[in-house]
C-alpha cells in the first residue's frame, strides 16, 4: 500500500472528530477551544467550490479528506495519550502514540495555514508592506526569493516548503519540514506554507509535476493573509 492511500485509508477512521484550529498569526482564529482547552477540535469548514485556477475540484475535495483525517487522529490520540498518562502508562506503546501525535498535529495545523492562504481572488503582494521590504532586504528581490521558495518546494522527499520568521530576531528564512514535523526550526512562526506532499498535486500533475503545481499556486496565494502573519 503507498502512503497516498494509507492516509486516505487511516482517514476512513476519523469519522465524527473535528479541530476548531486556524493557523497561526493575527488573520488566525485563536487555536485553544474557547473555555474548555480539552475541548475537540474541529474542521474547519475550507470551500474552494469548483477548485481553483489549476487546482481542480477532485483533488481539492480529496485533500480536504485528507486534512479532516488529520483532524480525527489528533483528536483521538490526544485522549489516548492523557488517558494513559492520568493512568500513570509509560510503556513503549505511550511513547509511541506521543510521536504519532506530532505528525497527525501537526498534518492538521499545516493544511489550516495552506488553505487559509489559498483564493482564486488572491491579493498580490504590497511592495510596501513590511513583509515585502524584508524578503528585498534578504533576498535582494521577491523573484530571488520565490526562485529560492519554489527550489525548496521542490527538493527531494516529501513534506512542505515554508517561509517562516524567527519572531525572537526578525529573521526570514526558507525552510523544508519532512513529513510534517521533522526539520521544524523550533520557534518560528509559518507565515507562509505549501504543501508537496504527492496528495497535493498528483491527480492534477501527475508524479513528476510538482514544479508545475507549484507555479500554479503561486498567483493563488493570498498574500493579505500572509502579510497579518507577519
Not at 10 to 27: C, D, N, S
Not at 139 to 148: K, R, V
Not at 165 to 182: I, S, Y
Request: glycine share 12%.
Amino acid at each position: 500500500m503507498d502512503r497516498r492511500t494509507l492516509l486516505g485509508t487511516l482517514a476512513i477512521g476519523a469519522v465524527g472528530a473535528g479541530l476548531h484550529a486556524k493557523g497561526l498569526g493575527p488573520g488566525a482564529v485563536d487555536a485553544k477551544p474557547a473555555g474548555n482547552p480539552l475541548a475537540d477540535y474541529a474542521a474547519r469548514p475550507f470551500d474552494f467550490g469548483t477548485g481553483l485556477p489549476g487546482l481542480g475540484k477532485d483533488l481539492l475535495a480529496e485533500h480536504l479528506t485528507l486534512y479532516k483525517g488529520y483532524v480525527g487522529r489528533t483528536n483521538a490520540l490526544l485522549k489516548e495519550v492523557l488517558a494513559a498518562e492520568r493512568t500513570g502508562q509509560a510503556g513503549p506503546a505511550v511513547q509511541e502514540l506521543r510521536r504519532r501525535l506530532g505528525f497527525e498535529f501537526s498534518g492538521m495545523r499545516l493544511h489550516e495555514l495552506y488553505f487559509e492562504a489559498l483564493s482564486a481572488s488572491a491579493a498580490k503582494p504590497s511592495g510596501t508592506h513590511p513583509l515585502h521590504q524584508a524578503i528585498t532586504a534578504t533576498w535582494g528581490s521577491f523573484d530571488a526569493w520565490w526562485a529560492a521558495f519554489k527550489a525548496t518546494c521542490t527538493m527531494t522527499g516529501i513534506g512542505w516548503g515554508a517561509l517562516l520568521k524567527d519572531p525572537a530576531t526578525g529573521r526570514l528564512m526558507n525552510a523544508w519540514f519532512q513529513d510534517h514535523e521533522n526539520a521544524v526550526a523550533v520557534g518560528a512562526q509559518a507565515l507562509l506554507v505549501v504543501d508537496v506532499w504527492e496528495h497535493a498535486y498528483v491527480k492534477d500533475y501527475g508524479a513528476t509535476g510538482r514544479a508545475k503545481y507549484v507555479d500554479a499556486v503561486k498567483p493563488l496565494i493570498d498574500w493579505r493573509v500572509v502579510e497579518k502573519r507577519f
